[in-house]
């Protein structure tokens, strides 16, 4: 059983949608893209590097596959390169047909179940980077084992978000957390069961109180 982890940049107000540049995705008429682009140091290009230098396979959706297919086949001198082109990639979607990037597969079907075979399979983690869309599949499924999140001093009002309307109540443990020099909070969560609910209600503690006075 191998674990599905969402990489993902993310906004304080849950935003995810084109982290990278202005062109990077205008749907919903999106006029912010490039919003972590000024936050990028030495500390993320470190972390980055560690959760990337290492075997995965990638897990994605249509938009993100084609974003990542027009770049990173053609990047030259890049420590990500390598990595990216070699991995074995799993696109789902239902308008692709051929898929040119090499080591790439089409998911098609129930996409639910058939993520679940993928991480019946031995190999490496999965890993979820952008596909907004495909990420809302997976949080109404249960599918996620880890985010590691990356999560900027900024707001948006709209846009993407990470966490939509169908994501399961759920309880996560922070494993990890660092700050970068730029105040970017990187942050590493582990599913674990779900939520553990309580109460702060103060009421029989004030009739005690009321009562202890008279």
Known sequence: MRKLVVLSFVTLDGVMQAPGGPEEDTSGNFKHGGWSVGYWDGVMEKVMGGQMGHPYDLLLGRKTYEIFA???PKAKNDPFADKLNKAKKYVVSKT??????ENSVLVKGNVPEEIRKLKRQDGPELQVHGSSDLIQTLLKHDLVDEFWLKIYPVTIGNGKRLFGADTIPASFK???????TTGVIVATYRRDGEIRAGSFDL??????LQSSKA
């Open 70 to 72: 027009g770049y990173w």
């Open 96 to 101: 692709l047909g051929e898929l040119d990037w």
């Open 174 to 180: 922070l494993l990890e957390s660092k700050t970068s």
């Open 203 to 208: 009421s029989n503690q004030t009739r005690e």
